[in-house]
């Protein structure tokens, strides 16, 4: 299953049911086919997301010390940062929370 996230203010943004469903529980909605996201959700939203992104960030600057003290470096990452991924949803949601506009998807 994908995600295709709609809305009047902005373009749509599709996402793996398995990327999409991390999003859901994120922004603490449950994972599921059909939903929507109310503009009076939005900053919660956008809260959450990008706390998400800080401690995936942490994670890896912490990594990044660690293997550093031990003497060596880690790899590059080697999947598609937090951050990379969910800068069209969190745009999105920019967009649609300015233009009082709600975002669906399943629909």
Known sequence: MLYKFKSKAAAEVIMTSAHGDHVMRLIGKPPGQKGILLPQEMPAALSALEQAIAQEEHARRQAEQEAQAEGHSLPPPEDVSLRQ???????????CHAADKEIVWGV
């Open 85 to 95: 991924r969910l800068w069209p949803l969190i745009e999105m949601i920019r967009r």
